[in-house]
């Protein structure tokens, strides 16, 4: 594993006690080579390990108190504002613990039901549940960055600490709800509660570590290291992470758009409900923002809608693209009017199932990027041109880099499964009972959500990546070779149209010059023209590129060719330095006067 990147690199035991030694000494005048001198850096080193387990005990608990805090103030807030509120302060604080429980995953348990019997409550609210999380996160992150003079400590140590640091704190707040309604069950704070913790922190500890991915095991034979070096293994494990990433987040915006649209075509119900369900203005603030946390849960179940499992309305009631079957136990509340009608599912229903084919294109999509990485064809065209697979090296080309159809197709296939898995896991969390009998069961089942979200990707997600595949090696040859014979035609025309106009022109400046010649007397030197300025030498598009011209032969720093020493000219072609007079007029201005063939007088 590799260490934080970006910042210094954490100090181990053994040179922290060696910088506390060295202060040490130098503050008394004492020295550290002597056995008073290591016995001093031992102590040191002892006490700062020690602060060091302890301040990364402390950060658990702190990240703990810094999220019951805001769901203190956030409930403390809506009971000052509410006038209907029957409970004191006391009630308030119970209730922001439970809340506060209820965003980890742990099941409540209401016991001021109007029959008297306990109601359970475990639908857990996604976007509350964000905070507690990101913070775990970031104290086991935040614990392995070394400061000065204080060393790191190690990633098992910070994992553990931080989780037991969390956990003392949930520990004591579940004691303190207990006397009171709603309390938890102990048993959940086992399972997922604790879990979710340990979780979020496994993931800082990795953060701070750059992601890492291995190393291997010892025990796994050389022989399948290097296969899985060669194939490129990591490479693809992160592709399959981006594309499954990509895919839930499809549904999940998907899910989103379906929400919002069945809000709007069911407009006057969730404004009814509104109004029906309180009074005053604070109190619809309350049931308003109470909406807002819940629009990631109803996402989640609108696709789950898409995918076909649905979700359940209670115990006896299903609602599917299909069907809406059964008598639902609705409570009054804005989100629940935007359900379907009652009865089989028509057009509109069954469009919802865009939203898993939208899925599959997008993992594809991502699949084949890294399959497939678009190159420079040299044909004027833009957009992912030049991008290898590392996101921008444009030099790597050949059809040699791309998977086979067979690693594709793989890549593709498990990037569906990492999307039914992670469906899964959101459909878990999003569901949950909201008391007995007929509320018993609320939301998406969670297996039948992941399962459908793996299979409606792989369906798709396969065999889109192998057409997308051959349409880039498709275009991506062809691209190359009509890049190329573009360039070769247009060189070829530049150079014979740059040949005419030279020889044009030598055959007038000799015209001009015999003529002169005809009627000067014998013995006299020809009269020097008139200097001009130097006109810059045309030169085809491909000899600027460097093929074909006299810089792609000369190193640079030499003298080229018929120029001064040490010049140098980008644009300078061989023959551009080659006497364009004819031989008797050079012959003649050597000699001072008559000269033949031989250049004697």
């Known amino acids: 594993m590799t260490q934080v990147t970006g910042g210094s690199p954490p100090l181990s035991a053994e040179q922290a ?19 008073t001198g290591v016995r001093a850096a031992e102590r040191s080193a002892r006490r ?22 805001a769901f203190t103030v956030l409930v403390m807030v809506l009971w000052i504002s509410s006038p209907s509120s029957d409970d004191g302060p006391s009630g308030a604080l119970h209730t922001a613990a439970g809340l506060w ?7 409540l348990i209401r016991t001021d039901t109007l029959d008297g019997i306990p109601a359970p409550v475990g639908l857990v609210p996604l976007l509350p549940a964000v905070l507690p999380l990101w913070l775990v996160h970031r104290a086991a992150r935040d614990a392995l960055e070394a400061e000065e003079g204080r060393a790191a400590p190690s990633a098992s140590a910070a ?22 309604s709603p309390t938890v069950r102990v048993v959940s704070l086992l399972f997922p509660a604790a879990v979710v913790v340990a979780a979020a922190a496994a993931a800082g500890v990795w953060t701070a570590y750059g992601h890492p991915v291995g190393p291997l095991p010892a025990r796994v034979p050389m022989r399948v290291r290097a296969a899985l070096a060669r194939s490129g ?39 009814q409900s509104f109004v029906q369900l309180v009074g005053g203005w604070a109190d619809r603030g309350a049931v308003l923002l109470l909406a807002l946390v819940l629009v990631p849960n109803a996402a989640v179940w609108a696709a789950a809608y898409g995918l076909g499992p649905g979700f359940a309305l209670g115990t006896a009631s299903t609602v599917t693209p299909l069907a809406f079957s059964g008598p639902p136990a609705l409570p009054v509340f804005p989100l629940l009017a935007a359900v379907p009608e009652r009865g089989e599912g028509t057009w509109p229903n069954w469009a919802a199932a865009v939203v898993p084919v939208a899925a599959g294109v997008v993992v594809a999509r991502f699949t084949v990027r890294s399959a497939v990485p678009v190159h420079d064809t040299g044909d004027g065209g833009d957009g992912d041109a ?102 070769a035609a247009d060189g070829a025309e530049e150079t014979a149209r740059t040949g005419r106009a030279a020889r044009s022109t030598d055959r007038t400046a000799g015209t001009e010059r ?57 644009d300078a072609e061989l023959y551009d330095f080659l006497p364009t007079d004819p031989w008797h007029a050079r012959t003649a201005r050597r000699t001072g006067g008559d000269a033949g063939p031989s250049g004697k007088p």
């Open 514 to 570: 015999a003529e002169g010649a005809a009627g000067r007397p014998v013995g006299q030197a020809p009269a020097e023209a008139p200097a001009e300025a130097p006109v810059p030498p045309t030169r085809p598009r491909w000899a600027r590129t460097g093929r074909g011209s006299a810089r792609a032969s000369t190193p640079r720093g030499a003298v080229a060719v018929g120029g001064a020493e040490g010049f140098e000219d980008d």
């Open 17 to 35: 006690a060696e910088q506390a030694a060295r202060r040490t000494a130098e503050q008394t005048g004492r020295k550290t080579e002597g056995p």
């Open 233 to 271: 293994s990591r490479e693809r494990a992160a592709t399959v992470w981006r594309s499954a990433a990509a895919g839930v987040t499809t549904l999940l915006g998907g899910g989103a758009l379906l929400v919002a649209v069945a809000l709007v075509w069911h407009a006057d119900a969730a404004q």
């Open 101 to 107: 429980l209820l965003a980890h995953g742990a099941e």
């Open 159 to 180: 994992f553990g600490l931080v989780t037991g640091g969390y956990a003392v704190v949930m520990a004591a707040v579940a004691l303190h709800a207990r006397d009171g």
């Open 386 to 487: 030049g991008r290898g697979r590392s996101g921008g090296d444009a030099d790597r080309g050949g059809p040699g880099e791309a998977w086979s159809a067979g690693g594709t197709a793989l890549t593709a296939a498990l990037g569906a499964l990492g999307c039914g898995s992670l469906m899964a896991v959101l459909a878990a969390a999003a569901g949950g009972p909201l008391g007995t009998r007929a509320l018993a069961e609320f939301g998406p089942v969670w297996w039948l959500t992941g399962a459908a979200a793996a299979a409606w990707t792989m369906v798709l997600a396969v065999p889109g990546a192998l057409l997308l595949r051959a349409w880039r090696l498709r275009g991506w040859n062809g691209g190359r070779g009509r890049g190329r014979r573009r360039k």
């Open 48 to 69: 700062s390990r020690s602060a060091v387990l302890v301040f990364t005990f402390l950060r658990g608990g702190l990240a703990a108190g810094l999220g019951l805090g």
